[in-house]
């Protein structure tokens, strides 16, 4: 099946991983991206009554599907309908949750292109709202995850309008983000940061 973005470039789902039950960590999960680092997280702390968060599903437009019998239908192109907010969103301690994950090879900031506007503005949206909202982001050279608050990422975005920088340095990050390290299970914690932003 083919699915494209709105300005015509093809989309390319990365493969998701299929070691559901890993007990212990090992070095083959420095291959995972962050998102099947959270996805795998997020199921532990539902299987385990500790939180319901899920990644959102992207709404697209069928285009093209094949009827060659009606229990073998086949999308062959598809196109997204309208742009996401961000990737996740749930409940966790009676509170909202909502965020982005986000992964850079930058060494030394974070870019602030790798957000759009409108998940900045949703992000803003949901703080008025009462509701937890943050960025997770991880540092690919050397595999540090951070969760950063969203009053932190919403104030360089603004800030960038205005002559401030593109980007927020990754000492920034460390000093008002909160380091997630990688543990058995949940693989990547990131709840006892939300801990810390909720207290």
């Keep these: 099946m083919t699915i494209r973005y709105p300005n015509g470039n093809q989309f390319y789902e990365q493969p998701a991983s299929t070691n559901e039950h890993n007990d212990a960590i090992d070095f083959s999960n420095r291959g995972m991206t962050l998102e099947d680092e959270i996805n795998k997280s997020n ?6 009554g500790i939180a319901v968060i899920h990644k959102k599903p992207t709404p697209i437009q069928i285009v093209s599907v094949d009827y060659p019998k009606r229990s073998a239908a086949r999308i062959n192109e598809a196109y997204f309908r309208r742009s996401s907010t961000t990737d996740y ?10 965020f982005d994950a986000k992964e850079t090879k930058n060494r030394t900031s974070f870019p602030l292109k790798n957000f759009h506007k409108h998940q900045v503005e949703h992000m803003r949206q949901c703080l008025k709202q009462q509701g937890i909202c943050f960025a997770v982001i991880k540092f690919v050279n050397d595999q540090s995850v951070f969760v950063l608050k969203a009053t932190t990422l919403i104030d360089y975005w603004d800030n960038q309008n205005s002559g401030g920088r593109k980007s927020i340095p990754r000492k920034v990050i460390e000093e008002t983000g909160f380091l997630v390290p990688y543990r058995i299970n949940p693989l990547l914690p990131y709840l006892w940061a939300v801990d810390s932003i909720i207290d």
């Design 43 to 48: 199921t532990y702390y539902l299987n385990n």
């Design 89 to 98: 969103n749930g409940v966790y301690k009676g509170r909202y949750i909502d």
